[in-house]
């Protein structure tokens, strides 16, 4: 894994914007009439290298595919694996933060795929199409060779995520489900990271679902299950090279409320037993951006990096690069300049139901990190 050992890299969450053709496209898949394989794939070829030439063209140093081919940030594995044949049902908890605020919630509130009807898990989890991560690393691969950058990347959702979205009616446990899903996704992390690419594992079961999935709990509890879920990362991940992965800390890609998400501070240490070489997460949103100071009392175990947000993912406010530079400088007077790179809080375009920020807006948002970046290079180095 790359590290900042000159001056400070670039990266971000993983989804980027989509045409309104390949979104129209990807939805059109959940319906068992959709439309045809080869007009889809030619879609998907030409979003990931529209993209890739878009993020070199800008000077993002860590790049990907932009998660172009995939429905959702996590329900994508649906397709992918046995199990998920039943009806396609709303079964998501009202989330904690929107029952202060009703009259908020009656306005539309949050939108996010976790208002779209899902399958659960009703028979046993194996391989339908386990080729599909190799069309993903193919792709992604022909169309970053020859294009400029340190380093190229693929994201994977953790059995976390997928358990959050996809609910389990079919294993004698919640546990037993997450394992399941580890058993079988372990597949797809080691052939992205053997295919030569980074992993980015996408974890918001370790923060957003304490408002979302778990919201029926006490802080206290849910901790006890973001324990638990490191736990089966830490089986899934096995045998991979830590420097080869990173890991993505997540409270939820919307605008709303969020007063109770559950704070860094209460779970950082438990999520940084996960072997992995980096952590993302939040930095940027109004909710998160001062737990930088958390990183004052907190030891980063050597070797791992961290990765701040510092775009806020959820307005169409432009950060001013000076910003994003005192953001910057502020995490290296804390971890070391040297022990970190700079993202995104979250994606911009984690499924195909629209954007909570317009397409150009997100890349000039991009390009106002990078501007920050070296900003913040020229006063560190």
């Not at 898990?121 to 691969?141: E, F, M, S």
Request: with cysteine; hydrophobic share 40%.
């Amino acid at each position: 894994m790359r590290r900042s050992e000159t001056r400070i890299l670039t990266t971000h969450t993983g989804s980027l914007p989509r045409s309104p053709e390949l979104q129209e496209l990807l939805r059109s898949r959940l319906d068992p009439q959709g439309g045809e394989e080869e007009e889809f794939l030619a879609g998907v070829k030409d979003g990931v290298a529209d993209v890739v030439a878009k993020q070199a063209a800008i000077g993002i140093d860590v790049i990907n595919d932009g998660e172009q081919g995939r429905v959702q940030y996590a329900t994508y594995v649906k397709d992918r694996l046995t199990g998920f044949d039943g009806d396609q049902v709303l079964r998501a908890r009202p989330r904690l933060d929107l029952l202060d605020f009703p009259e908020f919630a009656a306005q539309g509130g949050v939108s996010s795929s976790a208002t779209i009807p899902w399958p659960a898990c009703t028979g046993p989890i194996a391989w339908k199409d386990q080729d599909a991560v190799q069309r993903d690393i193919q792709r992604l691969q022909a169309a970053t060779a020859g294009v400029e950058s340190e380093e190229v990347f693929m994201t994977a959702a953790s059995p976390g995520v997928i358990a959050n979205f996809l609910h389990n009616e079919h294993y004698p446990s919640d546990e037993a489900y997450l394992y399941a899903l580890a058993e079988v996704m372990k597949d797809d992390y080691k052939a992205i990271v053997e295919s030569g690419l980074l992993l980015q594992i996408d974890c918001p079961d370790l923060a957003m679902t304490r408002i979302t999935q778990f919201s029926h709990l006490s802080q206290e509890e849910f901790i006890k299950i973001v324990e638990m879920h490191v736990e089966v990362l830490r089986y899934a991940l096995a045998g991979i090279s830590p420097d080869r992965m990173r890991l993505h800390l997540c409270w939820g890609n919307t605008e709303g409320p969020h007063h109770y998400d559950v704070p860094l501070k209460e779970i950082i240490n438990i999520v940084l037993k996960v072997p992995v070489g980096a952590i993302s997460f939040e930095g940027a949103n109004p909710r998160h951006a001062h737990e930088w100071k958390v990183w004052q009392d907190v030891k980063l175990p050597d070797g791992k990096i961290i990765i701040p947000g510092v775009l806020d993912t959820t307005t169409n406010f432009i950060e001013h690069p000076e910003l994003i530079a005192e953001r910057i400088v502020r995490y290296a007077g804390v971890v070391g300049k040297e022990n970190m790179m700079v993202g995104s809080d979250c994606g911009f375009g984690t499924s195909a139901w629209g954007r909570r920020v317009e397409s150009r807006i997100a890349w000039a948002k991009l390009e106002s990190m990078v501007e920050g970046a070296r900003l913040a290079s020229q006063e560190l180095w």
